[in-house]
């Protein structure tokens, strides 16, 4: 969406020097420099903003085709607020396997070459504390690559509440997720709160590459 709206602006406003500038060139070259009637100068202004509200509108009409068709196949909606709010914020998990370079941390390092790993166990799960409570949209997960690995991943859950004993079911994915799959999984309604836990409902190992979620920023009107 930003890159949309910057994309629309930019369209304009160059349009919009052009056309002023060509006017501007056109009145000079074609009187060689006499001044000419405020009528004739007058019909001249009008048809260059003529044009250019009619190529305005024309951008209008291609760019809202390309955002309708954005919303059909894209999860995410056109809003400009969204942000990553649990970048290198504090996180857990139900276990480790002994492996340091695997913490729970790894999950929100921004890094996609690092991940963390749980053991395997009934019900394991990972958390983040986004440090203060936040309207979640959506999550965003990225699975290990190899398929002895990255297929372990299946029946996710996805919950967010004030505290880890206290939560709500953001989204849920059945079955098994591809191994080096994005995911991008919508909360079934905007839900408020602190934590985010992701969790598996069955028995096996979670690890994944990287954890983004995504939320209503502190710089817009919280809404929910």
């Known amino acids: 969406m930003k890159f949309a709206k910057m994309l629309y602006c930019t369209t304009v406003l160059m349009f919009g020097c052009i056309m002023l500038s060509s006017a501007c060139k056109l009145t000079i070259a074609g009187n060689k420099g006499k001044l000419v009637s405020n009528q004739r100068l007058e019909q001249r202004i009008l048809k260059v903003e003529k044009t250019l509200t009619e190529t305005i ?13 954005k919303t059909k196949t894209d999860p995410l909606p056109l809003d400009m607020c969204l942000e990553d709010v649990s970048m ?18 790894n999950g929100v390092d921004g890094n996609l070459s690092s991940m963390f790993h749980t053991r395997l166990e009934k019900n394991p799960y990972w958390w983040v504390d986004l440090g203060s409570s936040f309207s979640v949209h959506h999550v965003e997960i990225w699975n290990r690559g190899g398929r002895s690995y990255g297929n372990r991943l299946r029946e996710l859950d996805v919950m967010v509440g004030p505290t880890l004993s206290k939560m709500k079911s953001c989204a849920y994915h ?14 079934s309604k905007t839900t408020k709160g602190r934590y985010v836990k992701l969790g598996l409902r069955v028995k096996d190992i979670l690890s994944l590459m990287e954890v983004k979620v995504f939320a209503y920023g502190t710089t817009c009107l919280n809404k929910t």
């Open 174 to 187: 059945k079955g098994r997720i591809a191994a080096g799959k994005h995911l991008i999984l919508k909360c």
């Open 57 to 69: 509108k024309s951008q209008e009409k291609i760019l809202k085709k390309i955002m309708m068709a």
């Open 88 to 105: 290198r914020k504090m996180t857990g998990q139900s276990s480790s396997q002994n492996y340091r370079k695997y913490p729970p941390r």
